[in-house]
């Protein structure tokens, strides 16, 4: 499982419809409004996905 960097909540990689590649890391969104959110602002969301753990009860 893979942690959208903007809720935090688990994102299946092998089912994901939402995902960008962002510096040759791919991230995975569990909604479009999510994925929006990281378009605009990558950089911000991108490292604070490396700050946080996953918390499998946060989510959108």
């Known amino acids: 499982m893979a942690m959208d960097p903007v809720c935090y909540g688990e994102v299946d ?3 994901a419809t939402h995902r960008v590649n962002y510096q040759g ?11 929006k959110k990281f378009e605009e602002k990558p950089e911000k969301y991108a490292k604070l996905a490396t700050k946080f753990p996953i918390d499998p009860h ?3």
């Open 13 to 15: 990689e092998e089912n």
């Open 25 to 35: 890391q791919e991230f995975y969104f569990c909604t479009a409004s999510c994925r």
């Open 58 to 60: 946060m989510s959108c």
